[in-house]
């Protein structure tokens, strides 16, 4: 099944723990995306790649990092988590043109303490 | 990208078609309209995109006016299932880098009744 894979899907951790939350798609996807979504803000994009070590900087870009060294993965780094990235966290990936669509991953809800 | 604006919440009986309208009065002629709906907290879905034809899947269909600058979006037997947020989206042909991102509204909250 086509489908874009993230992990975990509920974490709970406190300020300034590093974590790493995962995504794998098995599309075959050049293009890949993070967002998170906050109430009343809506979806934000946080990084993308455009296909294997190429990443670039989304609206929200601060406090995480990303790295994309093979084509399936692209996982996001919050080295030092604050209160304030708390969200709910979702991948994204599509072929590059994005016209047939973006496929999203199930999502994973961070909560920092 | 062009503004949309979609009413913020509609109810639809369960078994009856859904019309779900979007504005999209600046969009440009080689900007696609594409709609996503978001189930509670799930990761959003693409259900279907168009450029000026109206277009139909196995989900929905999409009616696109002649000026292009509204769409309405059909669900023809709407089921509890498809209660949900859904996104109307202008985009434009891809262009490199950030041109593929999608940016995502307050959208419609879809609720069917049964």
């Known amino acids: 099944e086509a489908q874009v894979t993230q992990n975990p899907r509920y974490l709970i951790t406190v300020t300034g723990k590093k974590l790493t939350v995962t995504c794998s798609q098995n599309m075959n996807h050049e293009y890949m995306s993070w967002y998170r979504q906050d109430p009343g803000l809506g979806l934000r994009q946080i990084y993308y790649?455009?296909?294997?070590?190429?990443?670039d900087k989304g609206d929200v870009p601060e406090g995480y990092k990303v790295s994309r060294k093979e084509k399936r993965n692209f996982p996001l780094i919050l080295e030092s988590p604050s209160p304030n990235q708390t969200s709910l966290y979702f991948c994204a990936s599509s072929f590059a043109d994005g016209y047939y669509g973006y496929t999203f991953g199930s999502g994973t809800r961070l909560t920092v303490v | 990208d062009a503004k949309t604006t979609q009413p913020p919440s509609m109810d639809c009986a369960e078994g009856r078609a859904a019309n779900l309208p979007c504005n999209h009065s600046?969009?440009?002629?080689?900007?696609?309209v594409y709609w996503y709906r978001q189930i509670h907290s799930q990761g959003p879905q693409y259900i279907i995109h168009g450029l000026k034809n109206n277009e139909t899947n196995e989900m929905a269909s999409l009616i696109i006016t002649e000026d292009r600058k509204s769409s309405t979006l059909i669900l023809p037997h709407a089921t509890l299932r498809d209660t949900a947020v859904y996104y109307c989206i202008v985009r434009g042909p891809y262009a490199g880098g950030a041109t593929n991102k999608l940016i995502f509204g307050t959208g419609t909250l879809l609720a069917v009744q049964p």
């Open positions: 600046t969009i440009s002629g080689n900007e696609y």
């Open positions: 790649s455009m296909n294997v070590e190429v990443t």
